[in-house]
């Protein structure tokens, strides 16, 4: 069955880098475009980041505003979200998801916490 675990979610000062994995497992990795989400506390799920399947092509939330990046390692069927410059409003729960979008599977999810 499809397993996604997301890790490297931690606590972080305002200004600060994160760097999130995703570890794919139990469907074909490398024909599968792949995304990320979050959560913030009581609200809906927010798309954050696209990947086409070869990771040619990237697309990002407006809110991104060129601080993060996707990426994904197809040999070894890993995805991964570089985040830069954190702020608080980027506190949330975040999903490795399958599939472009937020529609697909995603795993249980890293906690990232912006706060001085």
């Known amino acids: 069955q499809v397993q996604l675990v997301e890790s490297g979610g931690g606590l972080v000062q305002p200004g600060g880098s994160l760097a999130l994995s995703c570890a794919a497992s139990g469907f074909d990795f490398r024909s599968t475009a792949m995304s990320w989400a979050r959560q913030k506390s009581g609200k809906r799920l927010e798309w954050v980041s696209s990947i086409t399947m070869d990771g040619t092509y990237k697309k990002y939330a407006n809110f991104v505003k060129d601080r993060f990046t996707i990426s994904r390692d197809n040999a070894k069927n890993m995805l991964f979200l570089q985040m830069n410059d954190l702020d608080m409003e980027d506190t949330a729960m975040y999903y490795c998801?399958?599939?472009w979008g937020i529609g697909g599977n995603s795993g249980r999810g890293t906690q990232v916490t912006v706060s001085s």
């Open positions: 998801v399958q599939g």
